[in-house]
Nanobody, 124 residues
């Protein structure tokens, strides 16, 4: 069992930055690939990016590529999402998710555990 807790959300002006954290419980964090997703009001949950369980490989949705960076610290059992050059369309609830295995996926159904989400609001 893995419990995930996101933090770091808030209100920021367009062009600004935020850093989200995802803290995982348990001793098996390094056996999970991790992903970030987001969901805006009235929209489906969408993939933001993912990181391999060792932290070597990452990949991103085209909409955030070059602006967002995912990293993880397997000693601290944490994953991060650094968000730069934020746009109003980045406004959403951001979720972290864990997948047992080496690689993440864009598919929400591939993940075993989810956090409760943290709100990010970008004002224009």
């Amino acid at each position: 069992q893995v419990q995930l807790v996101e933090s770091g959300g808030g209100l920021v002006q367009a062009g600004g930055s935020l850093r989200l954290s995802c803290a995982a419980s348990g001793r098996t964090f390094s056996t999970y690939a991790m992903g970030w997703f987001r969901q805006a009001p009235g929209k489906e949950r969408e993939f933001v990016g993912a990181i391999s369980r060792g932290g070597v490989s990452t990949y991103y949705a085209d909409s955030v590529k070059g602006r967002f960076t995912i990293s993880r610290d397997n000693v601290k059992n944490k994953m991060y999402l650094q968000m730069n050059s934020l746009k109003p369309e980045d406004t959403a609830v951001y979720f972290c998710a864990a997948l047992k295995g080496d690689w993440g996926t864009r598919d929400t159904s591939g993940y075993d555990y989810w956090g409760q989400g943290t709100q990010v609001t970008v004002s224009s």
